[in-house]
């Protein structure tokens, strides 16, 4: 199996604040990563598909980058509503692996 | 609009079978590419994917659980079911079922049920 790395698995930040979590791959991925956020209580929603392509309404201010093992998630400019936690997901291969999760608390 | 809900026993027995329904709307599994997947969720931790069939009933499951999972689908009633025996205390999870998207060789999940918490005690 494909392990999955997060990190940060937590951080504060407020208001305003441009985030940045990286996720790492045991091994090559390509570009075949997911990046989802939950907010308590509720079901994962996806935010990015294949490494840097924004899932349909799913605001701009969200982006993906990376290629191979490395990747990241970028909010540009955090909102309230995205106090939440986040996971990448690799689809390369069977069986689909989650990572760990980075928990993005108010500062 | 896709939906999708899952339905079983909240609490189960350690040695139990689990089965799990998810009543989906808004898509065929009957259509090439399409699937549905359970992903399982211990109370705090990560998110864990469990099995997944395909248009084709193509069926896929976790390496570490095979053996205890079944996964089936009913077309003309728009379900999926999940069995999982010998049911442990350590399953108890938030169980999601979600329907696998794809563009090309591309494919994520979404979107995800609400989930169902089941847990397992005696």
């Known amino acids: 199996d494909i392990q999955m790395t997060q990190s940060p698995s937590s951080l504060s930040a407020s208001v305003g604040d441009r985030v940045t979590i990286t996720c790492r791959a045991s091994?090559?991925?390509?570009?075949?990563l997911n990046w989802y956020h939950q907010k308590p209580g509720k079901a994962p929603k996806l935010l990015i598909y294949?490494?840097?392509s924004l899932q349909s309404g799913v605001p701009s201010r969200f982006s993906g980058s990376g290629s191979g093992t490395d990747f990241t998630l970028t909010i540009s400019s955090l909102q309230p509503e995205d106090f939440a936690t986040y996971y990448c997901?690799?689809?390369?291969?069977?069986?689909?692996?989650f990572g760990g999760g980075t928990k993005v608390q108010i500062k | 609009q896709i939906t999708l809900k899952e339905s079983g026993p909240t609490l189960v027995k350690p040695t139990q079978t689990l089965t799990l329904t998810c009543s989906f709307s808004?898509?065929?599994?009957?259509?090439?590419?399409?699937?549905v997947g359970w992903i399982r969720q211990p109370p705090g931790k990560a998110l864990e994917w469990l099995a997944l069939?395909?248009?084709?009933?193509?069926?896929r499951y976790s390496p570490s659980l095979k053996s205890r999972l079944t996964i089936t689908q009913d077309t003309s009633k728009n379900q999926v079911v999940l069995t999982m025996t010998n049911m442990d205390p350590v399953d108890t999870a938030t169980y999601y079922c979600?329907?696998?998207?794809?563009?090309?060789?591309?494919?994520?999940?979404?979107?995800w049920g609400q989930g169902t918490l089941v847990t397992v005690s005696s």
């Open positions: 979600t329907h696998r998207g794809e563009n090309g060789d591309y494919s994520w999940f979404d979107p």
């Open positions: 091994q090559s991925i390509s570009n075949y």
């Open positions: 808004g898509f065929s599994l009957t259509t090439t590419g399409v699937g």
């Open positions: 069939i395909y248009w084709d009933d193509d069926r």
């Open positions: 997901q690799q689809s390369y291969s069977t069986p689909p692996t």
């Open positions: 294949a490494a840097s």
